[in-house]
């Protein structure tokens, strides 16, 4: 009877398909609301997760991931949204700092630090990509608290001056929103975040603190040890300086084939800690996986699209926190 | 007297039909891929009530007895971990009257899972109570470790019952209980590893396999401090618009026809 549970079962996944085929044909059309609409509420902090498809070329990957790191970034200073996170497992982006620092920021003979109302430091990875923790040493025996690796790259991007927005790359495509007309810019915190900044940094952190202790011990053996780290103290540092904040909202953007069709989201490695009260978007059926999509235009999706972008907003608008309650 | 016989023996034959329908999709199920572990986020008890017109305490008690029925669908086909965030560190918050009712639900509902012939008796199913168990009531506390100590030695699954539970409490130990074991043996200089720390946690140290598929009910897209170590790689996350003590077998089919078209396509 195995061969009838088979055929049966060939048979549902065969009408699933279907029914996941023709569901955004059916799907109400709603526009979502213009990037600078009115929102009742808006995230603080934006992430978003760029998700391959495994068997991509990589190149062109790389290339897909830094245009729309520039377009969401642009999207984000018009919508009033002060920081973003952006992250790929591999560390494209990490590796691509310097590129985006020339993508995003002014060029720098036009901006007079006056006028800038951020203070725009750059900062740079706190230790290079490299394994030697030559870096995570004290400075003195009597122990500045050991910094760790969380391989977070932070980039404060200052207001774009107004008559320079249409400075940036000749490769965003961004239908600029008629509404309402010239929209204001924010500035922008931008973290560039990787694998590392997950999980590997949560063991960093564990180091730090394995370390201070220990040298607790060998610096003073009469004062009362160091306690095991407690969650706000572990949280000081995944989230502080040398960290980054939990994000209001991720947008899990994958970019698949037709042949991965609506399938769920997968955080694809994103850091766990930060995504404790984190609202989760993604596209069931991505723009680029639907089968009908006229040829011509598969060209045009060289980045995530805009619609993306405002649809998430506008579900981040209507989403409900409870915290337990 | 007759019509109420004849509409007792429909509802009976109409209850019989169901469950026969329900065993035949789970055997046709089964026939692909059957996730390892699947978690459920239990949201939606109290909106659910609500929107009946019950008392949030019959919520609760439904949310219980659609766990159950989860739990045996789940062992039916054959997933061998099943974990459930029963409750949160965080609803700690609610009112004293709700969480008390919590506890005391708890407390009975444990005690009765642990019955000879009830579902982790039937199945072999092992429970193990995953939290931070010291900030539960001693009576519950007890249910607790008599349900586990009972269920010790069943080993075709493992049944996680998440409470109280935050992630970040769970990682957090984690951290504690590996820095404490580097310092109870100071041959080990290399630097700790995110290995080392996920083998520290509860879920890792009940023996659970690495997590397929997260469910959550009510319509809410978010983790809310669930799992987040467990599921951040490649766990499939399910957000299902159902209140939990009305998520079935229907609202769990595509989301394992999910699971089969991930598995099918990656040995393509």
Known sequence: MSWLASALLFLIHALYRLYLVFKPVFRSNTEPLPITAERSKLPQHLAVAFISYPKSDTEDNEQ???????????????????????????????????????RLQPSPRKVEPEESQVDCDIRYPLTPPPSDDADSRPLSPESLPLVPKLSVTTICLPIEPAKHKRRVSALRRRRVPSKGGHAASTPLALHILSYQSGKPAIAATANMFLNNIRQSQTNDALTTLPSLPSIP????????????????????????????????????????????????????????????????????????????????????????????? | MLPQLISSSLDWLRDQAAAKAEDALISVLSAGPIPQHVAFILDGNRRYARSKGMQVKQGHTDGFYNLRKMLEICIKLNVRCVSAYAFSIENFKRSPEEVTALMDLAEEKLLELCRQGDILDRY??????????????ERVLAAAEKAENMTKDNNRAIFNLCMPYTSRDEITTAVQTTIQSRLDDDT?????????????????????????????????????????????????????????????????????????????????
């Open chain 1, 64 to 102: 897909y991931i830094l245009n729309s790191v520039e377009k969401v970034a642009g999207w984000c200073r018009a919508a009033g949204i002060p920081q973003l996170s952006v992250y790929d497992r591999d560390g494209i982006l990490a590796r691509s700092s310097l590129e985006l620092r020339r």
């Open chain 2, 188 to 268: 080990d200089d290399t630097d700790i590893t995110a290995e080392e720390i996920e083998a520290h946690l509860m879920t890792s140290l009940a023996g659970s396999p690495p997590l397929d598929i997260l469910v959550r009910s009510s319509g809410v897209k978010r983790l809310s401090d669930y799992m987040l170590w467990q599921c951040s790689e490649n766990t499939q996350l399910q957000f299902s618009s159902t209140y939990w003590p009305e998520f079935g077998l229907l609202d769990f089919v595509p989301i394992i026809l999910d699971y089969q078209r991930k598995v099918w396509s990656s040995t393509k």
């Open chain 2, 124 to 137: 072999g199913i092992r429970l193990v109570v995953v939290g931070h168990r010291d900030m539960l009531p």
């Open chain 1, 233 to 325: 103290e572990v949280n000081a540092v995944l989230e502080g300086e040398h960290g980054f904040p939990s994000p209001d909202l991720t947008i899990v953007h994958r970019r698949l084939s037709a042949e991965h069709l609506s399938l769920p989201a997968e955080m694809g490695g994103f850091p766990p800690w930060q995504s404790r009260l984190t609202e989760i978007y993604w596209e069931r059926c991505p723009a680029e996986s639907r089968p009908w999509r006229n040829s011509h235009s598969t060209n045009e999706s060289s980045s995530i699209e805009e619609s993306e972008f405002r649809r998430a907003l506008d579900e981040f608008a209507h989403a409900e926190m409870r915290l337990g309650k």
